[in-house]
């Protein structure tokens, strides 16, 4: 028997891979079916049903190719209506793999086809349950991204409330709760970044179990503090609930080679983007393609993807590390930006080497930057961290722009000014730098290392919140 936990880091995403005497069983999917089908043919096992708790928002799972590839069963709870073969399960229905059962547990409030499913042995203890983004470690599942006209997120919170206490709060103290996400996610509030735990030290250490909580403190503690959810979480869902393009298909084109003189040319179509994935060192050292944007594969990525790109089919050429091609496209499709046609072939020093000319964003040390406040040099100087960190500790006369609304903050930016941007670490402040230098804004610096570095630098701090408390 095997239980394992597939953590992805940047979605922040757990799926698991579930094997008993030759049958196999995966819970919530990425996009990508080669891993799963790998690790069934190493255990000689055949993959016999994919069970999903509920239709994503910020990912798209790979149910339908891995079902087609193997012929496994899909498996959603109650209320799930998509548009390919399913097996709608019940609440309280049983499914066997191998030697060991799991039973679906309709846990309707995140969203209302929401389901967990608790494992049972063959001796019959329940030592797991995977609970989707019904119970998550530290925290609940946001219970507004499924309101309609006719279910409000208080309706939606009422039912989360109701399954928390009715199907999960009493199985046995020692299961081991399995979720879908952890910390970084958006499909909740502050999640921990501990990957699972015992259902009885949640019970003690999770404010939404607390025992003596009524219906009513639990409807406002789950609704209050909830931010905006990325732009792409819609379009999300609605292709889970459809046939997609194969990623087979997508890592095929998307991995499509293209000569500088030819990505030079389809780079200035409008209907185009360039996405510059690599390190930040080498971005900042070498520069970029004019016109790209900066999104570095290496930090989270596809999640930055969504919430910037605001068309979910817009025509996508990158520029990635060797050998890293076949990564960047899967990550793309991960968050449903199949339109990927192909990569700069030979990278940047093809680039150069064809006599194309590159675009830098200028870069100074946190110590610069300080001295260059402390003189009065600087005239805009912008952190673009979430407000919740912006509110929690920041430099003395600088203004917050946060990234994730850069585009409907755009207005307020005047290309003829110079503006220099940082961030916590220096990631996302060279994804603002290269999105300000693409529309127009040719003085725009970056702070090399970010508030980390600016801290230690002697400039003048607002006093520390605790960011728990600007939930």
Not at 76 to 91: R, V
Request: hydrophobic share 35%.
């Amino acid at each position: 028997m095997k239980v394992e936990q597939l953590f992805t880091g940047c979605l922040a995403e757990m799926a698991y891979y579930l094997h008993s005497n030759g049958e196999a069983a995966i819970i919530d999917p990425l996009r990508e079916t080669e891993p799963y089908i790998e690790m069934a043919k190493a255990d000689g096992a055949k993959i016999k049903y994919v069970f999903l708790t509920h239709f994503h928002a910020d990912f798209v799972s790979g149910q339908v190719d891995l079902a087609k590839k193997t012929g496994a069963t899909i498996v959603f709870g109650p209320n799930a209506n998509p548009h390919y073969d399913i097996h709608q399960g019940k609440d309280g229905e049983t499914f066997k793999i191998g030697d060991i059962t799991l039973k679906l547990l309709h846990t309707p409030g995140h969203t209302m086809e929401s389901s967990s499913y608790l494992f049972i042995d063959k001796e019959g203890n329940t030592p797991y349950v995977f609970t989707g983004d019904c119970l998550f470690i530290g925290d609940v599942g946001r219970p507004d991204l499924a309101a309609k006209s006719d279910l409000t997120q208080d309706d939606l919170a009422g039912h989360l409330f109701d399954s928390l206490r009715n199907k999960i709060m009493t199985l046995p103290d020692d299961t081991i709760v399995y979720p879908n996400h952890g910390a970084g996610s958006a499909c909740g509030k502050n999640m921990s970044s501990d990957t699972f735990d015992t259902l009885g030290n949640q019970k003690k250490t999770n404010y939404a179990l607390r025992a003596d909580m009524t219906k009513e403190e639990f409807i406002k503690e789950v609704t209050t503090g909830l931010k905006q959810p990325p732009q792409y979480f819609p379009n999300n869902v609605k292709m889970n609930k459809g046939i997609n393009t194969s990623i087979d298909e997508i890592l095929h084109r998307g991995t499509t080679p293209i000569d500088a003189d030819t990505f030079k040319e389809m780079s200035e179509q409008e209907d185009i983007l360039v996405i510059d994935t690599r390190s930040k060192e080498l971005y900042a050292e070498e520069g970029t393609v004019p016109g790209a944007w900066y999104i570095g594969v290496d930090g989270n990525f596809a999640p930055w993807v969504g919430a910037l790109v605001t068309n979910i089919d817009q025509k996508i050429i990158f520029i990635a590390e060797g050998g890293r091609e076949h990564e960047v496209v899967t990550r793309f499709s991960r968050v449903g930006y199949d339109n990927t046609l192909g990569y700069l072939r030979g990278g940047i020093h093809a680039w150069l080497a064809a006599g194309h000319p590159v675009s830098k964003i200028g870069s100074i040390s946190a110590i610069q930057f300080a001295n260059k406040l402390k003189e009065g040099k600087i005239e805009h100087a912008l952190d673009v961290r979430k407000e919740s960190e912006y509110l929690s500790e920041h430099v003395v006369g600088v203004e917050n722009f946060p990234l994730d609304f850069i585009h409907t903050n755009f207005a307020e930016i005047k290309p003829d000014k110079e503006y220099i941007l940082h961030c916590a670490s220096g990631y996302r402040s060279l994804i603002a730098a290269s999105i300000f230098q693409a529309n127009g804004v040719k003085n725009v610096t970056d702070v090399r290392g970010g508030f980390n570095d600016i801290k230690d630098s002697g400039v003048r701090l607002t006093d520390y919140v605790c960011p728990t408390t600007l939930l």
